[in-house]
């Protein structure tokens, strides 16, 4: 699929679209695998996981639901602000198996948040999906239990990852030309 808009914009294309799809379905396999029995809540983080999340619970062949939370991380000088949840869960995480899924981890730094606060919930166990890790950036250990790819330290859009809101439609991940990042 030739997606044209784009291209003023990416740089190379990381992950194509077939590869992305033969990951996350090994990722649906293995969750089904590990959890089988459990029937786990998976929790997406909105709004980058969108697209990982919806292929990767076409792959899970055992009983399952399914809820979101929506972050917001902000500081007018770093990407390492203040977190805070601006859409919550509707299910209560109480004694159940919790799986998030989220679509790129970074710092760690948010989803070290994340984690806390459904800890605090006290589920019966809680792991990490991630479709990307981008390690170079970590600030802080985080332990993910499912990573999709390791991926070098650019930034990257395309199936449900943005820039500037844009871009999360692509049907692959690209990384973005060094020098639309200098001219933000």
């Keep these: 699929m030739a997606v044209n808009f784009a291209q003023d914009v990416t740089e190379t294309v990381?992950?194509?679209?077939?590869?992305?799809?033969?990951r996350v379905a090994e990722l649906g396999a293995e969750i089904s695998r590990d959890y089988a029995g459990l029937e786990p809540i998976l929790v997406g983080v909105l709004r980058?996981?969108?697209?990982?999340?919806?292929?990767?619970?076409?792959?899970?062949?055992?009983p399952i639901t399914v809820?979101?939370?929506?972050?917001?991380?902000?500081?007018?000088?770093s990407s390492a602000g203040v977190v805070r949840i601006t859409k919550d869960l509707d299910e209560n995480i109480e004694g159940r198996h919790?799986?998030?899924?989220?679509?790129?981890?970074?710092?760690?730094?948010?989803?070290?948040?994340?984690?806390?606060?459904?800890?605090?919930?006290?589920?019966?166990?809680?792991?990490?999906?991630?479709l990307l890790d981008r390690p170079a950036l970590r600030?802080?250990?985080?332990?993910?239990?499912?990573?999709?790819?390791?991926?070098?330290n650019q930034?990257?859009?395309?199936?449900?990852?943005?820039?500037?809101?844009?871009?999360?439609n692509l049907p692959y991940i690209a990384t973005v030309k060094r020098e639309i990042l200098d001219g933000r």
């Design 48 to 62: 980058g996981t969108i697209f990982f999340l919806a292929d990767l619970i076409r792959h899970i062949s055992i």
């Design 98 to 130: 919790v799986l998030i899924v989220e679509d790129i981890i970074d710092t760690g730094l948010t989803l070290r948040y994340i984690v806390r606060t459904l800890e605090a919930r006290r589920p019966a166990s809680l792991n990490v999906c991630v």
């Design 139 to 152: 600030l802080v250990p985080i332990p993910v239990r499912y990573v999709g790819f390791t991926i070098p």
């Design 14 to 22: 990381l992950l194509d679209a077939e590869t992305i799809g033969r």
């Design 67 to 77: 809820d979101f939370l929506a972050i917001s991380s902000y500081s007018p000088h």
């Design 155 to 168: 930034f990257v859009v395309g199936y449900g990852l943005d820039l500037w809101q844009t871009y999360r």
